[in-house]
């Protein structure tokens, strides 16, 4: 009943971050998922004799997205949920297919008991993809964020310009101090403005 298994084709890892690929992934699904919601909340009567045609269509969307879901590569954190979610979009393609089948033989009294349950797993596809895509903004949202490189050189600067304002003011007082004891004006001008020229460099 089931179409031959398809390759993967989308991968998480380089550009696509795991939630892009979730997100894509949904907008390939979600709207074939919206309107299952809606057909399996008709009677059994009114779904055989009306929607017949739209389940084979519908129920590959699900196959084809529950073959994609497979092909996404989640990061470590992620992968109990994001197998869930794979295991939701198969449980729901598998459902579907059922209530396809009691369909196709035109059994409305075999669709209704089928109905609880299909509705419960198309249901669980959505859950299952929430709760994958806040576990990830979550772990996300707690990873402190590297210092950017112009922190880093800012506080680079910083710190030679600490180192230049002290060897200025150890210097100008040396100087300074010189020049008094000598009484050299201009030994005792250079220190002081060695000494001035320090803290005008170094403003913590």
Request: hydrophobic share 50%; aromatic share 6%.
């Amino acid at each position: 009943m089931m179409a031959g298994r398809m390759e993967p084709s989308v991968r998480s890892g380089g550009r696509q971050t795991y939630s892009a690929a979730v997100t894509d992934l949904w907008e390939r699904v979600g709207t074939a998922l919206t309107r299952l919601e809606r057909i399996a909340e008709t009677p059994a009567d009114v779904l055989v004799d009306e929607h017949s045609d739209e389940l084979p269509v519908l129920q590959y969307s699900l196959h084809a997205g529950a073959e994609l879901a497979v092909g996404i590569e989640p990061p470590p954190t992620a992968e109990d949920l994001h197998e869930e979610l794979v295991a939701a979009l198969a449980e729901a393609r598998d459902a579907t297919a059922e209530i396809a089948y009691a369909v196709e033989i035109d059994e409305a009294d075999g669709v209704a008991p089928l109905l609880p349950e299909w509705r419960g797993s198309l249901f669980r596809v959505r859950l299952a993809r929430l709760r994958a895509l806040e576990r990830t903004n979550a772990l996300a949202a707690e990873v402190p964020a590297a210092p950017p490189e112009s922190r880093k050189a800012e506080h680079q600067g910083a710190s030679w310009t600490a180192i230049v304002a002290t060897v200025l003011i150890l210097g100008g007082a040396f100087l300074f101090t010189a020049g008094a004891v000598l009484v050299a004006w201009p030994v005792w001008a250079a220190g002081l403005a060695l000494f001035a020229g320090g803290f005008i460099l170094y403003r913590p």
